[in-house]
């Protein structure tokens, strides 16, 4: 610590003019002088730290204090804290923003790179402002691995490990056990009923586009479904909400005819652009469905409050229903008014479901795995956390902490 | 071959990069998954293009061979015309075609958004409310144990969230007070409900991060056509 550190701010400039002795007389002046002003009023925040916040890309500086005695939150003696920063310890120090009552941290974003910068913690209060000990400095630096991130890493290791695993067990000839899924067995029946009845066949990918992951495994099941449909000759149509998903739900659907030997069946003017805006789409199917009578209506993608309005206008025109989403507030809707419905993880194995392949079946078990890992943390953590309540173990509390923080993407840093 | 290899490259080079990115706050990842954010926006503007035409195709068709109820045809290409040149050119702009935006009070196109698009996209959300009820009425038939305990709770929850569950048991005495209507209702919805969602957003989750690496690395060809 400097001198120029336990000068208050705006006071350093006469310290610099005057010889060391009388600086050191001022020095003591002042300071009994700032001890009689407000002992009677608030101290100022001890144990000013500035450092870099670490796990970023640099331009920020965290700035932490310990909190007054006085400050005993919102309502109390102290107003909030004044967070004062300068490239000089010597100052001028100018305020960069402001903490609230009870609040020990402050992250200023508002810095450059590899450039020193110099705090003071001001308190607020009644009895007037009382500005900290000088910290610093505090130099911001960009980070090359965020460190904060650790525990999706290693989620996302084990996930592929597993998927791996089970790819290399499956190829190596062990069977699997997947659970039969009604709505992917019933897609073949489904298809078959519309060539019998000489009805087409309606697939609604969602209304968002081709960055929702939703949107891209709807496309994989249209895939499936354009093969069977090609084989059993009928009429595949694929009404879009973008212009993105048409383009790639017509290079799926022409793959698919290709491979299932059909090439010349492939009609490109069945899968077509309505509108991006979510009624008017839903306007430009429901008329589709009721002049046309589609036999069966596959809805696989992410929806919104769309998604009532379409399946209900298939149950009324006796169309076999299958749905996915992986919106959890649309399922209700659709198991209601649907003749089967993939729920959320079904819905992402369906391709998988679907092919047959080894390698697909594999990502379904190791998909499996991780979600038995989830199962059994939640569990543990469940009972960890419960026994260290009644136990009063801190010990306990801490894994418990540490299994929930695990499969949080918040991390404290 | 060229048409699969090139876009399973760049699946799979985008991927991983952004996958790294993600852990990376140093420049120039930390920017990475904002600006293909970005990239794919530009795409999908000119995409809209594309859209467009396609419309303008298909309609255009169906009206040039007269098929069948051909007129709604007519509507759509009309109206979207109409609103396109009205957009790009600020015909009846207050200010004119320099002076003030599209979307200015009292411009032509605000009057298109405010007494037309607005009024059909309402009328369809309105249409909502009907299938609410048709779809609860063959939810709700008690036909068997589950789809009983479901209308139970589904007419907990609706006289929860009215007046009329606490005018109802509000006789009840604070003592019993778990036993009044609209605490049952909050109960079932923030723990029953909450622990039924969370249990599908944890399948979610894993879901799509098992999709996700299943494209990134190639498992999953389906969206090309392939298996």
């Not at chain 1, 909400?241 to 659907?253: D, G, K, N, W």
């Not at chain 1, 959890?328 to 209601?336: D, E, I, N, R, W």
């Amino acid at each position: 610590m400097t001198l120029h550190d336990a000068v208050p701010p705006g006071r350093s400039g006469p310290l610099h003019r005057l010889p060391t002795s009388a600086a050191v007389l001022a020095l003591a002046y002042w300071t009994a002088l700032g001890v009689l002003a407000t002992a009677s009023a608030q101290s100022p925040p001890q144990s000013v730290i500035a450092r870099d916040t670490p796990s970023d890309r640099g331009e920020n500086i965290t700035v932490a204090w310990q909190l007054p005695p006085e400050d005993t939150g919102a309502g109390g003696p102290v107003l909030g804290y004044r967070i004062l920063r300068s490239l000089s310890p010597a100052g001028p120090f100018e305020a960069v923003g402001q903490a609230s009552p009870g609040a020990a941290r402050y992250n200023d974003s508002n810095v450059e790179n590899h450039r020193p910068y110099y705090y003071q913690v001001v308190t607020l209060g009644a009895g007037g402002e009382v500005p900290s000990m000088t910290s610093g400095p505090g130099i911001a630096r960009p980070q090359w691995i965020n460190t904060n991130q650790w525990n999706v890493f290693v989620i996302l290791l084990l996930l592929l490990g597993f998927n791996i695993y089970f790819i290399e067990s499956i190829k190596a000839g062990r069977k699997p056990f997947i659970r039969r899924i009604a709505g992917l067995e019933a897609v073949a029946e489904a298809v078959g009923r519309a060539t019998e009845m000489g009805r087409p066949i309606l697939f609604v990918p969602g209304i968002q586009d081709m960055n929702d992951m939703q949107t891209v495994a709807g496309l994989t099941i249209l895939g499936h479904i354009a093969r069977t449909v090609a084989e059993y000759d009928s009429r595949l149509v694929v009404p879009t909400s973008r212009a993105l998903v048409m383009t790639t739900a017509r290079e799926t659907v022409r793959e698919a005819y290709l491979a299932a030997g059909r090439p010349d069946s492939y009609n490109e003017n069945t899968i077509y652009y309505i509108s991006d805006e979510q009624f008017a789409y839903v306007a430009g199917v429901n008329g589709y469905m009721v002049r046309e009578r589609p036999a069966t209506c596959f809805y696989m993608g992410a929806f919104f409050a769309e998604s009532l309005i379409l399946a209900e206008t298939g149950n009324s025109i006796d169309a076999i229903q299958v749905a996915g989403t992986a919106q959890p507030a649309q399922l209700p809707f659709f198991v209601a008014a649907c003749d089967y419905t993939l729920i959320g993880e079904e819905f992402f194995a369906a391709s998988a479901y679907l092919s047959g392949e080894p390698k697909q079946l594999g990502s379904i078990k190791g998909q499996d795995v991780g979600k038995l890992l989830g199962v059994v943390s939640i569990v543990a953590g469940v009972l960890i956390l419960t026994a260290a309540a009644f136990g009063h173990s801190e010990t306990l509390r801490q894994v418990g902490d540490f299994l929930r923080n695990f499969w949080s993407t918040e991390l404290a840093g | 071959m060229t048409r699969r290899t090139i876009p399973l490259f760049i699946t799979a080079f985008v991927g991983f990069v952004l996958v790294i990115a993600y852990f990376i706050p140093h420049p120039p990842f930390d920017s990475l998954r904002e600006d293909f954010s970005i990239f794919f926006d530009i795409i999908a503007s000119v995409a809209f293009i594309l859209g467009a035409g396609n419309l303008i195709k298909m309609h255009g068709n169906r009206i040039s061979r007269r098929e069948e109820k051909w007129g709604y045809s007519v509507v759509t290409v009309v109206g979207f015309l109409a609103v396109l040149v009205v957009g790009l050119t600020k015909l009846g702009n207050p200010g004119g075609f320099r002076g003030s935006s599209v979307t200015a009070e009292g411009s032509w196109f605000q009057y298109a958004y405010e007494y037309v698009f607005r009024p059909c996209s309402a009328t369809m959300f309105g249409l909502l409310a009907f299938y609410v009820a048709s779809a609860s009425f063959r939810a709700f038939r008690a036909k068997n144990l589950e789809a009983t305990i479901l209308l139970l709770v589904a007419f907990i929850i609706l006289l929860g969230r009215t007046f009329v569950g606490a005018m109802l048991t509000s006789w009840i005495p604070d003592s019993l007070g778990f036993l009044r209507i609209p605490y049952l209702a909050e109960k079932i919805m923030t723990v029953l409900n909450f622990a039924g969602n969370r249990a599908i957003m944890i399948g979610i989750a894993l879901g799509i991060v098992s999709t996700s690496l299943k494209v990134i690395v190639g498992i999953d060809r389906s969206y090309l056509g392939s298996d």
